[in-house]
Nanobody, 118 residues
């Protein structure tokens, strides 16, 4: 089992920054990769960034150059640094962990709200 708890959301003006955290506990050794997802109001959840155990990262085109995903192994925490925020970045951000097991399992956090005003 893996538990994920997101934090760090809030309300900011366009152009501002936030850093989201995803605290991970449980069977951390079984995790293959983490992902950050964005769900805008009335829309489907979309992947914005991933980080793999060896710290390879990938980003959606809409956040490339503005968002940075990183990991602190000493704190078992994954971060999403969000700069140059835009109103369209508003929504709930979720952290997901995918395990190395076969078949792989996904674990989700409860989400954290980000609101960007123009």
């Amino acid at each position: 089992q893996v538990q994920l708890v997101e934090s760090g959301g809030g309300s900011v003006q366009a152009g501002g920054s936030l850093r989201l955290s995803c605290a991970t506990s449980g069977s951390i050794f079984s995790i293959r990769n983490w992902g950050w997802y964005h769900q805008a109001p009335g829309k489907q959840r979309e992947l914005v960034a991933t980080i793999i155990r060896d710290d390879i990262t990938n980003y959606a085109g809409s956040v490339e150059g503005r968002f940075t995903v990183s990991r602190d192994n000493t704190k078992n925490t994954v971060y999403l640094r969000m700069n140059s925020l835009k109103p369209e970045d508003t929504g709930v951000y979720y952290c997901k962990a995918t395990t190395l097991t076969f078949p792989p399992r996904d674990y989700w956090g409860q989400g954290t709200q980000v609101t960007v005003s123009s």
